[in-house]
């Protein structure tokens, strides 16, 4: 269980920056950095929507 609690940490950091990160280039209209951060954000929230699955399934002791 810890090891999901970790992941699920490190997505939601990875979807927070990966907001940032578009933020950022957004205002400097570097497109190809707002490119890799949605392609980031889809990936990172894909990614935590399968681990919450995983969790929901889990059987309770």
Known sequence: M???AMLNLFYN???VGS???GYLA???RS???IF???FAL???VMQKIKLLK???NLKKP
């Open 19 to 21: 907001l940032v990160l």
């Open 2 to 4: 810890f090891k999901k």
């Open 26 to 28: 957004f205002d400097k």
């Open 31 to 33: 497109f190809v950095l």
């Open 54 to 56: 995983a969790i929901k």
């Open 42 to 44: 889809i990936f990172f």
């Open 36 to 38: 890799l951060a949605i």
């Open 13 to 15: 950091l990875s979807i």
